[in-house]
């Protein structure tokens, strides 16, 4: 009889996931009766059936299901594998790679780059930024070791997550020193007055929305921007007020071009930062180092 290998499981694992066995060939790019065949010989290896056949469709047995977690086991392990390795190149040039959630503000992502480099001067630091689900999707398949995001992740949307929270920046909002001197009354005087938010569905999005609510304040909103420092500029030309978060705002050029609005009674708004891992046997030891260390304060 033909031993168990790897390549049974592979091919019992494609066609589980794929649900037949003719789409599970589409992807393999092998014949039917090749595959056909590979499965048989692994059913007959472990002496039971592993799928039933129910309206045209394979369906796994109760054994089917047992292999199948063994199955995604190992080879998340083999991906897991092949992304450690990359993570320590043989020349010693050590790799993080990091996903930046869209709209993450230039000075955190400054700040983040600078930690790898003081704590490992010839690291490699790859960055990307995207959307939460491709950013998940990215970090799941060990493509990224880090997210950068504005909160945290919920274990009951996707197992095997861990969030840290690496910083809360208070958030203010600002103007432009002409068009701040029209608004004496804060936040009163914001009636009415142009209003440029970040897209939603940013944590800072929420907040504005719900302190104008509160107050029975409507402003006019002239733009919403994914782009922190598109907004800044935008609101450094004059054209609104904006949330900005200080740290961004202490290192705006030129100084004291952007004035806070209401600094006796500025709003209880914050920027929250959380770095997301996956949970893997071999994390990154510069991911592992970074969730330690790393911590933005103001």
Known sequence: MIQFNYHHLYYFFQIAKAGSISKAC????????????????????????????????LYLTEDGRTVLDYAESIFELGRELQDTLRDRPPGGRKLLQVGMLNGTPEVFTHALICAVLEQEPSAHISVQEGPLEWLLTELDHHRLDLLLTDGPVRQSVRGGYTSHLVGKIPVVLVAASALAKQFRSFP??????????PMAPSEVYQQVQTFF???????????????????RRLALSGHGVTPLNVQTLSVSLPAGGLVALGKKTP???????????????????????????FRITF
């Open 213 to 231: 609510a509160e107050r029975k304040i409507s402003p006019r909103i002239v733009a919403e921007v994914q782009d922190i420092e598109v907004a």
């Open 188 to 197: 009163h005087d914001l009636d009415g007055a142009p209003l440029i938010l």
């Open 26 to 57: 589409e992807s393999l790019r092998l014949a039917q009766s090749t595959v056909s065949a590979q499965l048989k010989q692994f059913e007959a290896y472990l002496g039971r059936p592993l799928f039933e056949r129910r309206n045209q469709r």
């Open 267 to 293: 709003p209880a708004m914050y920027e929250t930062l959380y770095l997301i891992a996956a949970r893997r046997k071999w994390p990154n030891p510069l991911a592992e180092r970074l969730i330690k260390t």
